[in-house]
């Protein structure tokens, strides 16, 4: 499995890269190669008087790599020029990666719905599972929020086909997953929610299947803001990540902010795991 770690080699970026227990919980899911990505903005130029950034990001990434390598993982650094996310998504396609990792210092206090630019494109266009690594904010030298990446899964669902594949990421997390909890929000503003049938019937069928792997679970059917919702769950059960499908329906869904799994990424405290919809071939 490999797995795509891009850095803009912030203090925030380092938190994630150098943090032991991250780098064992994506050993644990099956993550034996990391490519290391860095994009040069295709705005700044070499000859720049006084810029050598290419071979200050270089050298950076020269550390990275040993503290990775260190930790038992392949390692390969790309340093591109170009559109950040454009980029970083076009490295995890030609690669093959199954997951891609950005951190980010999570919400401001002054735009508290606003995440860093490339984690919230990386949000509305990844190709792959993207993993939004939440960083303390205010700090010279930040920690990792949640350092058990996987320990305690919060997994959102509103039974679509996109939801399914999230769920099935549980096939490889339940490595470094301890404990899951399933949440549904029922809200009759949303018209593609399944007709008939018992939601907490359908939580707990998918409970079953985790626990059969050993996994400790609980169900919960809330109302209201599915968004809201989660956040409040969140807060209730304090997860290491959230897990949630994006819908991506159309072009345009995917590209706007305000569907309910970009919403979560940009507003929730912790980590979340965002899974796209199958690309067509």
Not at 135 to 150: K, T
Not at 263 to 269: G, H, K, P, S, W
């Amino acid at each position: 499995m490999k797995a795509i770690c891009a850095t803009d080699l912030s203090a925030a970026s380092e938190a994630t890269i150098e943090n032991e227990t991250c780098l064992e919980c994506l050993g644990r899911i099956g993550v034996e190669e990391i490519h290391l990505v860095t994009v040069i903005p295709s705005n700044v130029h070499a000859g720049m008087p006084g810029m050598d950034f290419e071979g200050r990001r270089e050298r950076a990434l020269e550390r990275y790599r040993d503290v990775i390598e260190d930790a038992g993982f392949d390692v390969e650094a790309h340093v591109v020029r170009g559109t950040p996310h454009r980029r970083i998504n076009g490295i995890a396609e030609t690669v093959g990666a199954s997951l891609t990792i950005v951190g980010s210092r999570g919400k401001s206090p002054l735009e508290n719905r606003v995440i860093g630019s490339t984690a919230r494109n990386l949000a509305r266009t990844t190709v792959v599972p993207l993993l939004v690594n939440r960083i303390e904010r205010g700090a010279d030298e930040p920690n990792v929020l949640r350092e058990h990446l996987f320990r305690r899964v919060l997994y959102a669902t509103d039974f679509s086909e996109n939801a399914e594949r999230a769920f099935e990421a549980f096939s490889y997390l339940r490595h470094a997953t301890q404990e899951a909890t399933l949440v549904h929000v029922e809200t009759p503003k949303d018209p593609e929610l399944p007709e008939g049938g018992d939601p907490e019937a359908r939580l707990a069928e998918l409970s079953t299947e985790l626990e059969d792997w050993g996994l400790e679970t609980r169900t919960e059917v809330r109302r209201g803001d599915p968004a809201d919702e989660i956040l409040a769950a969140e807060d209730e059960y304090e997860p290491t990540v959230i897990l949630v499908g994006s819908r991506g329906h159309s072009r345009l869904r995917r590209l706007l902010l305000g569907s309910v799994s970009e919403d979560v990424v940009a507003r929730a405290d912790g980590n979340v795991m965002l899974v796209p919809p199958e690309r067509l071939a």
